[in-house]
C-alpha cells in the first residue's frame, strides 16, 4: 500500500483527482487546509 500526501489548491483538484485515478490510485481521503507558507 502506497501513501500520498499533498496540499493540492482548491482550483486544481478536479485534475489532480482526475489524474490519480488513471494512475491506479482510486481512495482518496480530503481535508481541507488553511494557512500559507
Request: charged letters at 20%.
Amino acid at each position: 500500500m502506497i501513501m500520498i500526501r499533498s496540499i493540492v489548491r482548491p482550483e486544481r483538484t478536479d485534475a489532480v483527482l482526475a489524474a490519480l485515478m488513471e494512475a491506479g490510485f482510486p481512495a482518496v481521503t480530503k481535508y481541507s487546509v488553511a494557512g500559507r507558507g
